[in-house]
């Protein structure tokens, strides 16, 4: 099993306010994903690094895969009480197989 | 059209009972998969079925077992359930990519077992 650890386990924040959430492992992975989960729902794919130093933007979201390929980061500008859920990072290698980090839960607080 | 769905949303049961859990995808995937959300919300690898083939079964109790009839289902059977299996169960498919594919889930079944 191919571990990734995510850090902070916990993040509250107030409105307004930037956060970076980071995704660790030993193991290299050939792309890397960011997913984020709401009560009671699976989670939703938010974005695919592929390419060592890789940075991808989405609107107020910018990710970063590393350039070994083995960790990423999130951070959000301007945080909004809507991006409040479960991040989950995931390392994908040939095969389809998803390896989940242990997740980091972000409340934003209007 | 929901993409993937899995029955029941919520099951409750008690233990030493044998329940199932059944999961259908209509986007064509070639492999599904079962997770296991424990309550720290750690999301495992159960199971991972391509083209009717298990390639994963990563150290799971053999009370559990995937059931695939068809490349469309992937249906999870438990038996002898225990307090310690109580948990968001989650039914996921992939196509097959070299990169840039995606898992796509269901919206999970929390099993309480009691």
């Known amino acids: 099993t191919q571990l990734l650890e995510q850090s902070p386990q916990f993040l509250s924040i107030q409105e307004g306010e930037n956060l970076t959430v980071y995704c660790n492992s030993s193991?290299?992975?050939?792309?890397l994903q960011w997913y984020r989960q709401e009560p009671g729902e699976g989670p939703v794919l938010l974005v695919t690094v592929v390419t060592g130093g890789e940075v991808k933007k989405l609107k107020r979201l910018t990710f970063q895969f590393g350039d070994a390929r083995k960790d990423s980061s999130l951070h959000i500008t301007a945080a909004q009480p809507g991006d409040t859920g479960l991040y989950l990072c995931a390392g994908t290698n040939t095969g389809n197989q998803f390896y989940f980090g242990t997740g980091t839960s972000l409340t934003v607080i209007p | 059209d929901t993409a993937v769905s899995q029955t029941p949303k919520y099951l409750v049961t008690q233990m030493g009972n044998d329940k199932s859990i059944k999961c259908e995808q209509n986007l064509g995937h070639d492999t599904m998969y079962w997770y296991k959300q424990d309550s720290k919300k750690f999301l495992k690898i159960m199971f991972s079925?391509?083209?009717?083939?298990?390639?994963i079964n990563e150290t799971v109790p053999n009370r559990f077992s995937p059931k695939s009839p068809d490349k469309a289902h992937l249906n999870l059977h438990i038996n002898s359930l225990e307090l310690g299996d109580s948990a968001v169960y989650f039914c996921a498919s992939s196509p097959i990519a070299v990169t840039n594919t995606e898992a796509f889930f269901g919206q999970g079944t929390r099993l309480t077992v009691v």
């Open positions: 079925y391509n083209n009717k083939e298990l390639i």
């Open positions: 193991s290299v992975f050939s792309s």
